[in-house]
């Protein structure tokens, strides 16, 4: 909870940082060989995507890797539950 007594909802950085949600953010890549990436927020038809495999909960804390033709897709925080989207989304 914020000092104000709302919670945004937004994921936060070390520090309680919050992150925004319209700016890509850098995180390693595991299909770029691991190295640092910009990410963005998933689109609405990956999104679609997305909850048809995780939930309908789960897909819209999901974010894209944004390096060129790059499918890798996670949870803010989570890499371990990453995946790669089909091919018809490159």
């Known amino acids: 909870m914020c000092r104000g007594g709302t919670d945004s909802g937004l994921p936060r950085h070390g520090g309680g940082r919050l992150v925004s949600r319209a700016m890509p953010d850098t995180k390693h890549c595991p299909n770029c060989g ?4 910009d990410f963005r927020k998933v689109t609405a038809t ?6 048809g495999r995780v939930g309908i ?3 819209p804390g999901y974010w894209r890797c944004a390096n060129g033709g790059c499918l890798w897709v996670q949870p803010y925080f989570n890499q371990a539950k990453g995946f790669s989207l089909p091919e018809s989304f490159r």
């Open 46 to 51: 990956e999104e679609s995507f997305i909850a």
């Open 34 to 37: 691991g190295t640092l990436q």
């Open 57 to 59: 909960k789960d897909a």
